[in-house]
């Protein structure tokens, strides 16, 4: 039984499919890195981003494409609507999703979306609790080895966590396992925004942790305070923890509180 | 007034606001370039997408938002739900568009998104003949200056093309004026396809000269041999014209046929 206000909270979070994704649905785009010369550099692109697929819909309604009338074999011509919740698949959350008067995913520059990746691995964590939390010791641990966390720079969890295999044994955890997945602790909002971070994300689909919801805390501290995240991720074991950069490919929709994206590692 | 057929063209190529596009809807996001560090070298970054508005929509139904039960002020979380056409705004046309068993937008894997950028300038014929077309002298052209076009890139037309200063002036166009607008010709397919380009890119909504339309020759030969094309793109005039990279960031929508995206040239 999922409660209403349960509902909502999943709704914003794309989550659960209700054990409807099978493997197929989750077939990555491959192959999902590139290597190409600029500037006669070697630049490696890996990707951060999932298929799009109804795996990521847990209802019916949350993702649909019907084809445009006249359009189809007669015409020679394809073309359909896309019905889409903007929170879905790995995608982008703009400020607007939590501060009524931020930024919407049309307003936020390039500037702010190609930026230095910091990546925190949890995993070990992850391990022995379901419900771990990126926290100030992992900043600072981070931070000895690689130094100062960039300013604009966007930091990644990766928990190793894959929200479809999540999704599909959704229907066999019990209540209190369904509450639990790894996230932000709050407590490392304010050092974030010490180093002037741009933004954040994680391979999970809530910056919250599971049992931080439907309260939200990252959600609020963070959006609210005009950054941005990205929730979703994977690939994260592939990109470099220090070096790279992170670029954000959302289409500007004005207004939209968050847009489905391809994320890229740049490294 | 616009028959069936034309209407259907005009959908395909997100076409026409009918002179309801304002200066504010056609307002880009800004700053619309970036440079950051990569390996201690400096990148370049430039947006090469339109602010993604209502402007884009010739019919009302084409591009909507709307608030997902339960969201809102009250539950401290906006989330909305879009619909909208595939090929609107910048956007990718996938082969699937004109090819039924073509590679959807979910399909193509980011090292056939992220490219050598070659950028043919015929602005100046563009002054002279609103139906313009890149012809084979000006691959040619290019070719002089800049050597072989490399294999796997994009070649994008920058024509001085603005959609929305066209689709703002629509109405006070004769029937004849309407159907001018620049394109690729037919006679550089079967080169760009010796020279092994990846993908084709537009300042116009379509790859098609006005004239071309609603036959689509161009849509036909490209898409078909399962490449891929950008419609919409902006700033052309700022990009180098030869050295630089472009990345299409598409959200990877299983069998769609095209996408709003995020695109930027790297140089």
Request: hydrophobic residues 45%; charged residues 20%; glycine residues 8%.
């Amino acid at each position: 039984m999922i409660d209403r206000r349960d509902m909502l909270a999943l709704s914003a979070l794309g989550a659960v499919a209700l054990g409807t994704a099978s493997n197929a649905d989750a077939a990555p785009v491959t192959p999902d890195q590139a290597s190409l010369s600029l500037h006669g550099r070697k630049l490696h692109i890996l990707d951060l981003t999932h298929r799009l697929t109804r795996a990521f819909a847990f209802t019916p309604g949350r993702l649909t494409m019907e084809a445009v009338e006249g359009s189809g074999a007669k015409a020679g011509m394809a073309l359909n609507r896309i019905s889409i919740v903007e929170h879905t698949g790995t995608h982008l959350d703009a400020p607007r999703h939590f501060a009524p008067d931020g930024a919407s995913a049309g307003d936020i520059p390039v500037s702010q979306l190609i930026v230095p990746l910091v990546v925190i691995d949890i995993r070990n964590k992850v391990k022995a609790d379901r419900d771990a939390r990126v926290e100030p010791r992992h900043i600072v641990a981070w931070e000895r080895r690689h130094g100062r966390i960039p300013a604009g720079s966007c930091v990644v969890m990766l928990s190793g966590w894959n929200p479809l295999k999540a999704f599909s044994s959704y229907g066999s955890l019990t209540p209190a396992e369904r509450r639990k997945s790894p996230g932000f602790d709050t407590a490392v909002m304010d050092i974030l925004m010490k180093r002037d971070v741009r933004g954040i994300g994680v391979d999970t689909m809530s910056i919250d942790a599971g049992e931080a919801m439907p309260a939200f805390p990252v959600h609020q501290a963070w959006l609210r305070s005009g950054r941005w995240a990205l929730e979703g991720l994977t690939n994260l074991d592939r990109a470099p923890a220090a070096g790279g950069l992170l670029f954000a490919g959302v289409a500007p929709l004005e207004n939209a509180t968050g847009m489905p994206a391809r994320v890229i590692a740049l490294f």
